[in-house]
């Protein structure tokens, strides 16, 4: 078992005020990259960061479902202006896109070349991310989802090397965050903490950081959703969730629920924290047989008190279902995907790299199984 954690986490509220001294103190580099999205700039955050480093360019077009021809265009102007770093300042996809494009900076080719694993010759120029969901914990994670734009597939670009070399992680920075943000981020992160808990690579240190994620995110969602500029307390708790379970997952893996919200994601552009959000329970119940007894640690980590196993597990996925409903997470059926096209999403869930870690397995009817039901509610 080995367990990687190379990035060097500052983490606090207000951290952001340090970055100039993270950049040049800690990281040592000069000329930065900056990566994030048309929504950040519009809040003012990227023009501040501006002011306080030296960025050589700033490339604002990363998408929601970041894609590989994205990815190739950060990669063209990376190998063209030069930076000592980059940083991603962004969401999940912000974070990938940016983590991928710097594969690319040092590396010849397109980024369709480094799928997998540990591809790449050269290591990766050095990134800083600043994470503004509460979601991703890409910030902590060796591995890029990138949607390759031909086959509307998304691939995993992996490598140890591939850690930022550090990650600032304000929870200031989601006092503006739109609620319905929030909320799909937040039920990501609490779907990489169930996830690594029962994925089968889980080993007792990634049960550490799991079992306490869990208990953070459910402890803390509702009062983030319902104003997370005025809860402090909850956002704080909300983005060390976030933390905690990308060490997780990190080091474990996710299972069936990212197999399928990354097809869809591939396939129908659907944002990932919703797609998790509504796959989470049904994927549950489709595990119960195997993870009955772990989906009770869970339960008792989220403060739910019942002996029986199956009895626990019930009632942490109805916990799920209610949370979920109170934060406005949309159904399956509301996102208007016919059903015609479930034998195609289940066999990309076949062949995401993560489905072999499932703690049960899943095959091709399986996973069309679990549409149905999804569809039906
Ligand atoms: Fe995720």
Redesign the pocket.
């Known amino acids: 078992m080995i367990f990687h954690q190379p990035a060097k986490l500052f983490f606090g509220s207000g951290e952001i005020r340090n970055i100039q001294d993270i950049v040049r103190n800690e990281l040592r580099a000069g000329p930065s990259l900056l990566i994030t999205d048309k929504g950040l700039t519009q809040t003012g955050l990227p023009e501040k960061i501006l002011a306080e480093l030296e960025i050589r360019e700033v490339f604002d077009s990363v998408e929601q479902n970041p894609t590989s021809l994205t990815v190739n265009r950060i990669g063209a102007l990376a190998r063209r202006v030069k930076p000592d770093l980059i940083i991603g300042l962004g969401g ?1 996809s912000v974070l990938d896109a940016a983590k991928a494009a710097s594969v690319l900076a040092t590396n010849p080719g397109l980024i369709e070349d480094y799928e997998g694993s540990a591809k790449q010759s050269a290591p990766p120029l050095p990134m800083l991310a600043v994470p503004t969901t509460c ?3 890409s910030e902590v994670t060796r591995g890029a989802v990138i949607t390759d734009t031909r086959r509307r597939f998304k691939m995993s670009v992996k490598s140890a090397q591939m850690y930022p070399r550090a990650a600032l992680v304000d929870p200031d920075l989601l006092a503006t965050l739109p609620r319905s943000v929030v909320a799909s981020t937040g039920l ?1 992160a609490l ?2 903490a169930i996830e690594a808990y029962t994925s089968r690579p889980a080993n007792l240190i990634t049960d550490q950081f799991a079992l306490q994620a869990t208990k953070l995110v459910l402890g803390s969602i509702e009062a983030a959703h319902q104003d997370v500029a005025r809860h402090k307390e909850a956002r704080e708790a909300l983005m060390y969730g976030s933390t905690l379970a990308g060490f997780a997952f990190g080091n474990s893996d ?1 299972g069936a629920v ?1 197999c399928l ?1 990354e097809s869809l994601g591939g396939l129908y552009d659907t944002p ?2 919703v797609a ?1 959000a509504i796959f989470l329970p049904f994927v549950m119940k489709f595990n119960l047989r195997v993870s009955a007894e772990r989906y009770k640690d869970l339960a008792t980590a989220a403060g739910i008190r019942e002996e029986n196993s199956l009895e626990a597990a019930s009632k942490l996925i109805e916990r799920i279902v209610s949370v979920s409903r109170d934060l406005n997470i949309p159904g399956f059926s509301d996102l208007g995907i016919d059903r015609g096209q479930f034998a195609r999403i289940a066999e990309a869930s076949v062949q995401n790299g993560s489905n072999p870690s499932n703690p049960r397995q899943a095959g091709i009817q399986d996973y069309v199984d679990i549409l149905d039901e999804a569809l039906a509610g």
């Open positions: 999940g979601g991703t914990g990501d779907t990489h996710v990212h919200a990932h924290g998790n």
